[in-house]
Nanobody, 114 residues
């Protein structure tokens, strides 16, 4: 299983970014997929998840601003991030889970300037 993130970068507060995660080596439809993030000196935290059945869950700090979506035909998961804040600065990791096994991407840096 390979997960490759893209789309990170530097953006001003209030701006938007869309992250992508291309998955390979798995039956994408069967997997729960999502995004976590980790800021310097902090624990990795949930951003958004999408179960294989379509149920979505968001971290409290991003609700109403971020949207997760998946394209099962292309094996890609997206994270649309709007109204970005400096506290959203972190490395964002894509993950996939099936049968209790987690897979992680290498991460992509998102930096929001004030």
């Amino acid at each position: 299983v390979q997960l490759v993130e893209s789309g990170g970068g530097l953006v001003q507060a209030g701006g938007s970014l869309r992250l992508s995660c291309a998955a390979s080596g798995l039956t994408f439809d069967d997997y729960a997929i999502g995004w976590f993030r980790q800021a310097p000196g902090k624990q990795r935290e949930l951003v958004a998840t999408d179960s294989s059945g379509g149920r979505r869950n968001y971290g409290d700090s991003v609700k109403g601003r971020f949207t997760i979506s998946r394209d099962n035909a292309e094996n890609i998961v997206y994270l649309q991030m709007n109204s970005l804040k400096p506290e959203d600065t972190a490395v964002y990791y894509c993950y996939a889970q099936w049968a209790g096994v987690n897979y992680w991407g290498q991460g992509t840096q998102v930096t929001v300037s004030s």
